[in-house]
């Protein structure tokens, strides 16, 4: 509820005729029940590096396959659940994805291991791809098309905000609980995602016509230039605090923080610009600006250096 009337409050300047539809607390329910999916997925990311090594005796390479699992399969299932938000509609879909979240919460507490565990993650790999997919798909269908911009860019916060208070969270209540508080708030996350949905209308996108294609033609060039972008992400996560110690530099892991302030503070204050200037002309600005912010961190002599970078990117 109080998410709710957060971002009910950050759209509240656009209520002009667009308030006469009531989307705004549609979209704002939508974002709460996405965040609070995946949350969930976010929560357990810290605590399945020790289950597999201290509970389930298992190597380095396991951890790297238990994590690898669900991503996979959430890339392979989302053009599907695109398709399947379109066929039965996204509240249907949003809602399979937080009950299967909510499965996978409670089968980490049983003893299953390592099968069961693979097992886990796979499904919520499911549950990824349908939240997201299908959260983006109502998202966009609620808004208005002068406001789709602004839309994107606030629900894309809603996934990458629950990505980021998950660890955290998990990590506090592995210290409180162990396990077993953990597993019970993967579950309770994903059920407070149900109880939000079903306050929702359910929309009108269910029953349309879709096309076969998993790949429509006009979703490559567009997706190989967000690819590409999101190649620097992965650059200074991967890279960034590595680089700085290589230097003899100080306090590389911060880069990341900055990046991601920078990041939210942008999608925050600067998510009309699509609407206002059109796609391509903040597409070449936000490529230029990011490959200077590379540079910068790839030559940086000093860590100040290397901050403006992150920022920049």
């Known amino acids: ?132 997919t299908a959260g983006s798909v109502w998202a966009v269908s609620l808004a208005p098309q002068h406001r789709r911009g602004q839309v994107v860019g606030l629900f894309g916060l809603s996934m990458w905000g629950g990505l980021s208070a998950g660890p955290v969270l998990g990590e506090l209540a592995y210290g409180v609980g162990s396990y077993a508080l953990v597993w019970a708030l993967a579950a309770t996350l994903p059920g407070i995602a149900l109880l939000v949905l079903s306050r929702l209308p359910r929309g009108g996108l269910a029953g349309q016509r879709v096309s076969r294609r998993l790949l429509p033609p006009a979703a490559v060039l567009p997706g190989l230039a967000l690819a590409a972008g999101a190649f620097g992400y992965a650059s200074v996560t991967g890279f960034g605090a590595l680089a700085m110690a290589e230097r003899g530099i100080a306090g590389g892991a911060l880069l990341l923080s900055l990046f991601s302030a920078a990041y939210v503070t942008v999608r925050l204050l600067a998510s009309r610009l699509p609407d206002r200037f059109g796609p391509l002309p903040v597409i070449w600005t936000a490529a230029v600006l990011e490959a200077a912010g590379l540079v910068l961190i790839a030559v940086a002599p000093t860590w100040w250096v290397a901050a403006v970078g992150a920022v920049v990117a």
């Open 1 to 132: 509820v109080a998410g709710m009337s957060t971002i009910e409050t950050h759209l509240d300047g656009i209520r002009t005729t667009d308030a006469a539809s009531g989307w705004v607390r549609t979209f704002a329910g939508v974002c709460v029940a996405v965040w609070a999916g995946f949350t969930a997925i976010g929560l357990v990311v810290p605590v399945i590096p020790r289950l597999v090594t201290e509970t389930l005796h298992g190597s380095a390479t396991l951890v790297g396959v238990a994590f690898a699992t669900p991503a996979v399969v959430a890339l392979l299932l989302r053009p599907v659940s695109g398709q399947l938000a379109q066929r039965w509609g996204p509240r249907s879909v949003v809602g399979l994805g937080a009950a299967l979240a909510a499965a996978t919460g409670l089968a980490y507490a049983l003893p299953l291991g390592v099968a069961g565990l693979l097992a886990a993650r796979a499904v919520l790999g499911v549950a990824e791809a349908l939240l997201m």
